[in-house]
């Protein structure tokens, strides 16, 4: 069997579903002043989202990438990831300068004003003034990522993940337990300072996802996927600890109860460095492997709760999740986009602070990443190549053979 052949059989459901999820949310928390962010996971316990995506990355990677190792070797394996960094790294720059652009063209055409009497600064609200002010200083560091912006600082934290999947790779060639010990000290190190990345020119801000603390959930992921830690067992005892861990966090993350009893919000000042997320603290680590454990048993066996009949609302609703979830580098750039124009229309229909406002902008949003899943599948399955059931036009009458044949050869190169 080849490695596509190898792949394609270990399509896990639980994981396109998962990062399915992931995305939603993600748009959630980036659709700015959306009361449904008031909602999600992350504010009722350490992590979010973005444990979510990353470490269903490493998963994705581990299949996506590990075969290209076991069967062609670390060199190959190696141009491989240096194919998908490349990847991501001109998705991120495109993505930024799109969404700058466009914020920018709208802003100074002074429009808000005129129309809608909107004094909103959306590039000031990204902090991306500096950008423009000074384009000869902040571009050439935007192509060296030595400038990265909060708002676009997952892709480049994905991009030196990645870079470290052939060093792993290596390690565990020759003991896998040496490669966890790698893990953790690079974690370790990110945890005590000894590694930062600049963010920005005219501070000391380090990029807001340190990614030599966050591979440590990247490879977790990328761990379970590979086989080299044991899938855990159904165990009564587990769930029961780990639903005391998911539930014991809420009133320290939920803000309601932090408004009512100020001492919480000092108690998580005083743990900040175990929930830090620049460095990812060891409390969000243990929030989300309990999430995720509730997650993996509430899935079934194999998933097999997804697997619901197809013509069930169930069995559309998981397979429309889990479309978004094999789209997720596509739909997480569009995310950022549409999230900066739903919130700009919204508020240009001075439904700012309304109900209906917030349904729109958040529910029309999400049916949005819906589509670009869909359009981004139908663009990577490449209909193009596929051979036509009859051909469109008929043949030229006189043709012959050898020309009709030729046809064919250049139909099916194409």
């Known amino acids: 069997m080849n490695a596509q052949t190898q792949i394609k059989k270990q399509r896990d459901p639980r994981l396109d579903f998962f990062r399915g999820l992931g995305m939603f949310i993600i748009y959630i928390a980036?659709?700015?002043?959306?009361?449904?962010?008031?909602?999600?996971?992350?504010?009722?316990?350490?992590?979010?989202?973005?444990?979510?995506?990353?470490?269903?990355?490493?998963?994705?990677?581990?299949?996506?990438?590990?075969?290209?190792?076991?069967?062609?070797?670390?060199?190959?394996?190696?141009?491989?990831?240096?194919?998908?960094?490349?990847?991501?790294?001109?998705?991120?720059?495109?993505?930024?300068?799109?969404?700058?652009?466009?914020?920018?063209?709208?802003?100074?055409?002074?429009?808000?004003?005129?129309?809608?009497?909107?004094?909103?600064?959306?590039?000031?609200?990204?902090?991306?003034?500096?950008?423009?002010?000074?384009?000869?200083?902040?571009?050439?560091?935007?192509?060296?990522?030595?400038?990265?912006?909060?708002?676009?600082?997952i892709l480049p934290m994905y991009i030196v993940i990645l870079g470290l999947v052939p060093v792993m790779m290596a390690v565990a060639r020759f003991s896998v337990p040496a490669g966890f010990v790698l893990s953790v000290s690079l974690w370790l190190l990110a945890n005590f300072g000894y590694l930062n990345l600049p963010a920005e020119p005219w501070s000391d801000r380090p990029w807001f996802f340190n990614p030599f603390a966050w591979q440590l959930i990247f490879f977790t992921g990328f761990a379970f996927m590979r086989g080299w830690i044991p899938a855990p067992p159904v165990d009564r005892r587990l769930v029961i600890l780990a639903a005391v861990l998911v539930i014991g966090t809420i009133p320290l993350a939920w803000f309601r109860i932090q408004e009512a009893v100020p001492g919480i919000s000092q108690f998580n000042a005083d743990i900040e460095p175990l929930r830090v997320k620049t460095e990812f603290g060891i409390l969000r680590f243990m929030h989300f492997l309990s999430l995720a454990y509730l997650a993996w048993v509430a899935a079934g066996?194999?998933?097999?709760?997804?697997?619901?009949?197809?013509?069930?609302?169930?069995?559309?609703?998981?397979?429309?999740?889990?479309?978004?979830?094999?789209?997720?580098?596509?739909?997480?750039?569009?995310?950022?986009?549409?999230?900066?124009?739903?919130?700009?229309?919204?508020?240009?229909?001075?439904?700012?602070?309304t109900l209906m406002g917030q349904i729109l902008s958040n529910g029309l949003g999400l049916l949005a990443l819906v589509a670009v899943a869909y359009v981004a599948g139908w663009f990577k399955s490449q209909p193009w190549r596929k051979q036509p059931v009859a051909p469109l036009s008929k043949p030229v009458s006189n043709a012959g053979p050898h020309t009709v044949a030729s046809q064919n050869k250049v139909l099916e190169k194409a």
Not at 62 to 91: N, P
Not at 322 to 333: C, D, I, N, W, Y
Not at 340 to 345: D, E, G, I, K
């Open 30 to 153: 980036h659709l700015p002043n959306s009361w449904w962010a008031l909602w999600i996971p992350a504010r009722f316990g350490y992590s979010d989202a973005t444990e979510i995506f990353v470490f269903c990355s490493g998963m994705a990677s581990a299949i996506a990438f590990g075969k290209v190792f076991d069967f062609h070797g670390l060199g190959l394996g190696t141009a491989r990831i240096l194919h998908r960094m490349w990847q991501v790294y001109w998705a991120h720059i495109g993505q930024f300068l799109v969404i700058a652009s466009g914020l920018v063209v709208v802003q100074n055409s002074g429009y808000l004003t005129l129309c809608c009497n909107l004094d909103y600064n959306y590039v000031e609200a990204l902090n991306l003034h500096r950008f423009f002010n000074s384009p000869e200083t902040t571009l050439p560091r935007l192509l060296t990522l030595t400038y990265v912006p909060n708002y676009f600082d």
């Open 301 to 353: 066996q194999h998933g097999r709760r997804l697997l619901a009949t197809k013509g069930s609302l169930w069995g559309k609703t998981v397979h429309v999740v889990q479309k978004v979830g094999q789209q997720s580098l596509p739909v997480f750039m569009a995310s950022l986009a549409i999230a900066q124009a739903a919130a700009m229309l919204r508020d240009m229909a001075g439904a700012h602070d």
